[in-house]
């Protein structure tokens, strides 16, 4: 009996089921969670900054100042982007 007794180790669920509204009630309750998140993340981000020389960002812009065209990318295509706009500023390119 103690194999079938309720666990937070192994927890288990069966038979519920729960519609779309109540399913974006807890969404958008665990909000709460992120809503800080970008502060968090730049406060730590400084405090590694200080200790390596490293800097990290939510968002950075490489590129003439006065660009014509512009990409706007996330993950790690942005360093080939970078690499692309260089080059193409080397060129000449307002990118």
């Known amino acids: 009996h103690h194999d079938?007794?309720?666990n937070p180790?192994?927890?288990?669920?069966?038979?519920?089921?729960?519609?779309?509204?109540?399913?974006?009630q807890c969404v958008e309750?665990?909000?709460s969670f992120y809503d800080n998140l970008a502060?968090?993340?730049?406060a730590k981000s400084k405090l590694v900054e200080q200790k390596t020389g490293v800097r990290y960002a939510l968002y950075a812009y490489y590129g003439h100042p006065e660009a014509e065209y512009v990409i706007v990318v996330m993950g790690?295509?942005?360093?080939?982007?970078?690499?692309?706009?260089?080059?193409?500023?080397?060129?000449?390119?307002?990118?």
């Not at 180790?9 to 974006?24: A, E």
């Not at 502060?39 to 730049?42: A, G, V, Y």
């Open 29 to 31: 309750a665990g909000n």
């Open 76 to 95: 790690s295509g942005a360093v080939t982007c970078s690499e692309t706009a260089k080059y193409l500023q080397e060129k000449g390119e307002k990118v």
């Open 9 to 24: 180790r192994h927890p288990h669920v069966q038979g519920t089921s729960q519609g779309p509204d109540i399913f974006f």
């Open 4 to 6: 079938l007794a309720m």
């Open 39 to 42: 502060d968090l993340f730049e």
